[in-house]
């Protein structure tokens, strides 16, 4: 759950500039806004890859090799 963490993290980091930019139209936080889901988008792929990694790692096959036959 880390990861889950850092996501809820990075995103209250947001929310000021979401706020100046919807509410008061300030030009400057949506150009921090765009910067902030570029961010998001970044971390967004490195959580997809890192899942993909240990889905890839529970589904291969252990090297158990069958008993011989008598």
Do not use: C, W
């Amino acid at each position: 759950m880390n990861r889950y963490q850092e996501l809820l993290d990075l995103i209250q980091t947001f929310h000021k500039d979401f706020e100046k930019f919807y509410e008061k139209q300030n030009k400057s936080a949506g150009t921090r806004v765009r910067k902030h889901m570029a961010e998001l988008k970044r971390k967004a792929q490195e959580i997809r890859n890192e899942v993909q990694e240990i889905k890839k790692g529970m589904s291969a096959p252990k090297d158990e090799t069958p008993p011989p036959a008598m």
